[in-house]
């Protein structure tokens, strides 16, 4: 009703604007397509309706359905361009936020790199304004537009001062141009840094005017058409001075080093050769290589009523045949050997000493350092050079230590001479001594040859008379006894014996004679199966009561099995008959090893003896016991002790009386055996 009412005010058409096209529209926009469509229908059905409404109310009127279908066409037309202005609006919106939003980023981005920036000059204002080198920034016109902190230090120089000053100001002005030139050259290059100086040595200059050594490099830049020349400086004076304090202290110990040379080559050759001459070269070749400015080196020795010069370098031969023996007194040689004392001349042009010749050769100065031999001047030292002021105190102190090790090269050289006279000598004495042991041998030779004759004498001519009188007498005693009484018979007993004894006396000097000449044969002996081999021998031959041997394992030997078993042969025999009279007699054979030696032994529980007698045990003839007491000739232990010397041993004993007594002897141990021989 109200629509209807609405439409016939405002007529159709408005109203149909009004009311249907403006929803149909916002709809559309706002929602999508089949909305509009929806609505735009809805609509149409709504004005009919509100048509119908209207005609009922006024029945005279009309209702146009062609109008509705137009009105339809509209709707639908209205849907179709909304719905496209609406997605190209859309589209169109967010083309729109995507290139707002790639603004937004740009923007931010542009801000970032803004305060990168501000922080990177910020950064880079504070390492110029911090750096410990100089920087100094220059235009093409090098007028200087940057001067750090360090650069005002450096210089002495504010950088308001200085900013807007030419470069030359800080450049000594014979290296301006040459700088000039050099930056200029370097703008046209388009490197972009160099180092400047790197053959010599660039200098700079203090406001105050000092000149000091620095390093630099150089750097350009192009900003907006327009070239910047950047030099970083750096102040190298304390490294100048610490070079130069290094390479003083270098030579100072290189010189340390070299006259450190000279003397343990003179020190060497003095161990190595007793020979003055070998010292004296070597001294002279070490210092010519090591000596500074040392231009000629001699030594000189006096001889009679000249000096000689033993050992030189550097000399021409006109000067050696004109200066190589210098009379008493002439030059500064002389005069240094009559004073004694050192002489350092820094310049020939004052000093009266130097002879025409060293003139001649060009000698400017000169050393001159005594030597000396048991205190007197014997020589000196001299070192001369070409060159004014060429030496120095070091020099001096050098020259005194090698004029000491030369007095001792002269004490060897003198003691050598004196060993070789004394080793003429002794090699005459030698001669003689050994002429005197020809002689003598010839002498032992002849008496060996007349006791070799009396050794066979002895077993031969003497022999027949004791077998004469033992025979005879044993004659008398089987045939002619009952004749006798019994002293008779006690006589011929006494004879016999005697005459036994006599032929076993005999026998042992003969032994013992022989012992001196008799080769000795070494092999591997087992004392043990010796010592009991010996004593079974020996067993028919003990009295009543025969001993208990005990052997202690000996070690083995090395010896002449034939000698050594007379010893065992003689010390047994001593051992069985001086424990006849015990009741239980008991002997000990053992040994052991003690260093070189293995020491061995013969140990009885007999009669012994006393040891203030000790020392008579070994002589032929000496007996500690009466012949009626224990029989004997007194010839064994001296066999015995000659045996163990030809052996390279020795012999000694212990004993207590009525205790025992033990024999000891030694021979090489199996090891060394060799030093036996």
Known sequence: MLLGA?????????????????????????VNRWAGILISIASVITWLIADLVWKMSYPNSAIPYWNAAMRLVLFLIVVFFMSEFRELNQRLGERVSERTAVLESEIAERKRAKERLRESQAVLNGIIATAMDGIITVNTSQYIVLFNSAAEEMFRCSATEAIGQPLDRFIPERFRTTHREHIITFGRTGVTTRRMGALRVISGLRADGEEFPIEASISQIEVAGQKFYTVILRDITERKRSEETLRESFAR???????????????RSIHQSLHLQDVLENAVEAMSENIDRGDYVGIYLVEGEEVILKAHKGFTDWYIERAGRIPYPKGFTW??????????????????????????????????MPIRFEDKTVGCVNINSLKKNAFDEEELKLLETVAQ???????????AEALRQSEEEIRKINEELERR?????????????????????VSHDLRAPLRAIDGFSRVLFEDHSNALDDDGRHLIKVIRDNARNMGQLIDDLLTLSRLGRQDIKLSKLDIAGLAKAVFNELKPNTHERTPQLNINTPPNAYGDRALIHQVFVNLLSNAIKFTGTKENPIIEVGGYVEGKESIYYVRDNGVGFDMRYAGKLFGVFQRLHRQDEFEGTGVGLA????????????????????????FYFTLYSEEHRDESK
């Open 6 to 30: 609405l439409n016939y005010l405002t007529g159709p058409w408005v109203s149909f604007s009004i009311f249907y096209l403006i929803p149909v529209s916002i709809v559309t926009w706002f």
């Open 253 to 267: 110990l290189s010189k340390k080093n070299r006259y450190e040379t000279i003397i343990s080559t003179v020190t």
């Open 335 to 368: 005069k240094t050997i009559i004073e004694g004392k050192s002489k350092y001349v820094a310049d020939v042009d004052q000093d009266t000493a130097i002879g025409p010749a060293g003139r001649e050769l060009g000698i400017k100065s000169y050393l001159s």
């Open 437 to 457: 042991v020809i002689e003598r041998t010839a002498q032992l030779e002849a008496a060996n040859k007349e006791l070799e004759a009396f050794s066979y004498s």
């Open 639 to 662: 066999i015995v002790q000659r045996i163990i010397h030809r052996h390279g041993g020795r012999v000694w004993a212990e004993g207590k009386v009525g205790e025992g007594a033990t």
């Open 405 to 415: 090790q030369i007095e001792v090269a002269i004490g060897n050289a003198k003691q």
